[in-house]
């Protein structure tokens, strides 16, 4: 993790400490920490054996996720494979592909060289190809190919290991992109849902990188954002993002109390405008300090429903703070350069746009 990252998952990890009313006992030690006495805010999805070891067993000691098997924590899982019998990790669910696929952008995941080259000559038809890391976060580890040639090119630097081991995603490039989220969030007996949009910005490298969340949040799961108005690109983004959500649970034993999904809406190159989920974050993220500020402020005042807050990250010299907001980073970081993390203050609506 990056500092500013680090600091960041300290304020979040000490909101849910408040809003429990617990006691912020920092960063986990076995050898001074009783494990099961915790409440654990780990900085990635658990597996099985990860959360075994720390004895959670329940979403009440949780703010994150636990699934079977590595693969299932990463994009890899958005897409089918190109034919029935391709490469593909053990525990793979070929149930959970077919169920997002109306929900997802044309893609596949292979694991292999040769189904990488299969699945790009079906998904040329529809013009540029977006390779995407699996690991990758954020923005990072994502190219785009256009001809056989460059996806070779792409594959020359792809050790036949790593594919075996995380898959590549590939998928529809499209253009003028608006990133949507939707997710829900579980602390406790208290749980809200949310949709927004992501903001794109340039770090210090000159990189377009994820640049922060807006949100518009209520009281309840998924389902009751099915109560607020919205714009019909909003509200197929919450379709598709419960859809995919829904079928989670194909990977026995998911369980998830931070559930985000990444809702991405543009033109492919045949001029069509499509709408899919991109991926999942079950664990923390860039939003999870405006899920939490929301969550406070429907704990400190039961008569809010609707709350409009916003996670904000900026590179260089930050433009104008809004007034009230939590600084949560401003400084240099040693390898991403200087840059500011923040939430906007609370906004309560008496109905969502």
Known sequence: MYTHEKVTLS???????????HRFAGEFDPKAHVANRLFFVPSDTLVFDE??????????QLYGAIVPYPFVKTK????????????????????????????VLPGYTAFCADDARLAAKRLFALGT????????DGGHGQTTVGSTAELEAY???????????????????????????VGSTTIGDRSIAYHGTQRSVTNNHGLPVYGGSHLICVRGGLSALEDIPMETEASLAVSQA???????TKYPGFLASRRNYDVGQGIDDNGRWRSGVLEASWRTGGASTAELAALTAFADNPTLQVVETASVKEYGKPGRIP???????????????????????????RRAA
């Open 323 to 349: 007034v009230g907001a939590a600084i949560h980073f401003h400084a240099d970081d040693p390898e991403e350069g200087p840059l500011i993390r923040y939430t906007t203050s609370i906004r309560a609506l």
């Open 155 to 181: 594959l020359e630097n792809s050790p036949a290991e790593r594919l075996a081991s995380h898959g590549l995603v590939l998928e529809t490039n499209l253009r003028r992109v608006v990133t949507r989220s």
């Open 51 to 60: 959360a075994r070891d720390l004895g959670i067993h329940s979403l009440q």
């Open 129 to 136: 190809v977006r390779l995407k890391e699996p690991l990758g």
């Open 242 to 248: 419960r859809a995919y959500d829904r079928n989670a």
């Open 76 to 103: 890899a899982i958005t897409h089918g494979l190109v034919y029935p019998h391709a490469a593909r990790p053990l525990g793979w669910s070929s149930a959970f592909a077919d169920g997002v696929r109306s929900a």
């Open 11 to 21: 304020v979040v990890t000490k909101s849910i400490a408040r809003l429990n009313g």
